[in-house]
């Protein structure tokens, strides 16, 4: 079994900041991959943020220079700060984390339940 639990959304004001943190646990083997998408009412999900193991990131364009992406491997933890938040940002956060679970032979993508990000203008 594994769980993939996000947390940190909530309802702040443009401008203001969040901290979404979302922790793996279970049999795992190794975590490669992880990342946040985000999916607002009516849209498809989208990649916000991924790093890879060894701390290489990769943004979406529309949010460089107000998210940053971090992760503590020893905690299997990844991190996204958010700053300069804008009513376009307002969406289900989603973490996606590439896990090779004990018994499962390979690596495959499991996914966070969601949190909920709303900025008010």
């Known amino acids: 079994q594994v769980q993939v639990v996000e947390s940190g959304g909530g309802l702040v004001q443009a401008g203001g900041s969040l901290r979404l943190s979302c922790v793996a646990s279970g049999s795992i083997l190794s975590i490669n991959d992880m990342g946040w998408y985000r999916q607002a009412p009516g849209k498809q999900r989208d990649l916000v943020a991924a790093?890879?193991?060894?701390?290489?990131?990769n943004y979406a364009d529309s949010v460089p220079g107000r998210f940053t992406i971090s992760r503590d491997n020893a905690k299997n933890t990844v991190y996204l700060q958010m700053n300069s938040l804008k009513p376009e940002d307002t969406a289900v956060y989603y973490c996606?984390?590439?896990?090779?679970?004990?018994?499962?032979?390979?690596?495959?993508?499991?996914w966070g339940q969601g949190t909920q990000v709303t900025v008010s203008s």
């Open positions: 790093i890879t193991r060894g701390g290489s990131t």
């Open positions: 996606n984390t590439r896990m090779w679970l004990r018994g499962s032979g390979g690596f495959r993508d499991y």
